[in-house]
């Protein structure tokens, strides 16, 4: 069965870096455009980053453009997201997705919290 | 501020429908016919209702349907029952340059 598994949530400082991952199972890892949706508390879901099955492209909301990075090991399966230069504002938790179609996010994990606090 | 407008909350007795719109613009919802809806009860991750403005996903029960006018796409649930209160999601494709939106999320309550 298809499982979605994140791990690397945490309590950072502002200004930090934390790197997130997302272990895939149960599918062919490389036949998905993977994506993160985050969720601060009590708010709703929000678009973070996404990368193509075939790891060609990936592209990032502009909250976080120039500060996350999302990459993927094919080899091992598993999807990253890489955070820096963390804000406040960043502290939610953190979703990975499967996407089968045009945002049709078909598995979520069952997410890791990254709170930001000084 | 979602990209996607919601309201915040509907409710409904048990048997009833309730409906859930989504507002977008003729850049996301209005453009494309990739709009998809999520249910997510307190403490657990999304869980996908509807793709693709009203298709459903194997196992969803048919009393969840979706459809699209416009600029605006809407959930409804009918038959309503006590499991399916939860805060409903909508998202939309919302083209090469946003690429994907969401909206702020709808609360149904089971009166």
């Known amino acids: 069965q298809v499982q979605l598994v994140e791990s690397g949530g945490g309590v950072v400082q502002p200004g930090g870096a934390l790197r997130l991952s997302c272990a895939a199972s149960g599918f062919t890892f490389t036949s998905h455009t993977m994506h993160w949706v985050r969720q601060a508390p009590g708010k709703g879901l929000e678009w973070v980053a996404f990368v193509r099955y075939d790891g060609s492209d990936e592209y990032y909301a502009d909250s976080v453009k120039g500060r996350f990075t999302i990459s993927r090991d094919t080899s091992k399966n598993i999807l990253y997201l890489q955070m820096s230069r963390l804000r406040g504002e960043d502290t939610a938790m953190y979703y990975c997705?499967?996407?089968?179609?045009?945002?049709?996010?078909?598995?979520w994990g069952q997410g890791t919290l990254v709170t930001v606090y000084s | 501020q979602s990209a996607l407008t919601q309201p915040r909350s509907v409710s409904g007795s048990p048997g009833q429908s309730v409906t859930i719109s989504c507002t977008g613009t003729n850049s996301d919802v209005g453009a494309y016919n990739y709009v998809s809806w999520y249910q997510q009860h307190p403490g657990k991750a999304p869980q996908l209702v509807i793709y693709?403005?009203?298709k459903r996903p194997s196992g969803v029960p048919d009393r969840f349907s979706g459809s699209k006018s416009g600029n605006t796409a809407s959930l409804t649930i009918s038959g309503l029952q006590a499991e399916d209160e939860a805060d409903y999601s909508c998202?939309?494709?919302?083209?090469?340059?946003?690429?994907?939106?969401f909206g702020g999320g709808t609360k149904v309550t089971v009166l």
């Open positions: 693709d403005v009203s």
């Open positions: 998202c939309s494709y919302a083209g090469t340059s946003t690429h994907v939106a």
């Open positions: 997705t499967r996407d089968s179609s045009w945002t049709m996010f078909d598995y």
